[in-house]
């Protein structure tokens, strides 16, 4: 094996460093977020455990490991802070129809979610929900959502 010159040993471990850098500071191709809050009302009350889901309007947003699926559960006043990459680090800007589902808790101590949807269904996808939102960059405190059971 030869020896690389000293030019050359630079200019390879700086394009190691870029490289790096780069994946790095891009976060592995993760959109940027930003923090983003709301309120779930139902029939007027705070809806206590209904999960909120943003579904992206853009495709490239759909799969992959980078794949944008912003949600939150509203706590018992009903508020939540969504969720992309790791917990309450908002969502991305962009355009995206909000879905929801209010499901019993269920199981002996009550600490799951496999009851029956409160909603009955009616939030619960992209094409039932009809509730669209444009995310900006920067922190954003939604218009409460109120929803209704009938």
Not at 17 to 25: N, T
Not at 53 to 71: I, K, T, W
Not at 79 to 84: D, I, K, N, V
Request: include cysteine; charged fraction near 25%; proline fraction near 6%.
């Amino acid at each position: 094996m030869t020896a690389l010159s000293p030019a050359r040993a630079a200019r390879r471990a700086a394009a190691l460093f870029a490289a790096a850098a780069l994946a790095v500071g891009c976060g592995g191709g993760r959109k940027t977020c930003y923090p983003v809050s709301g309120t779930v009302l139902v029939n007027g009350k705070a809806a206590a455990d209904c999960l909120v889901r943003l579904e992206s309007h853009d495709p490239a947003d759909h799969d992959g490991p980078n794949r944008v699926l912003p949600l939150a559960m509203a706590d018992e006043k009903g508020r939540f802070q969504l969720s992309t990459y790791s917990a309450n680090d908002g969502a991305p800007a962009g355009e995206y129809t909000v879905t929801f589902t209010w499901r019993e808790r269920s199981g002996l101590l009550k600490n799951q979610f496999d009851g029956p949807d409160r909603l009955k269904g009616k939030y619960a996808t992209k094409e039932s929900s009809g509730i669209k939102v444009t995310l900006g960059k920067g922190p954003q405190e939604l218009s409460p959502f109120t929803l209704a059971t009938k």
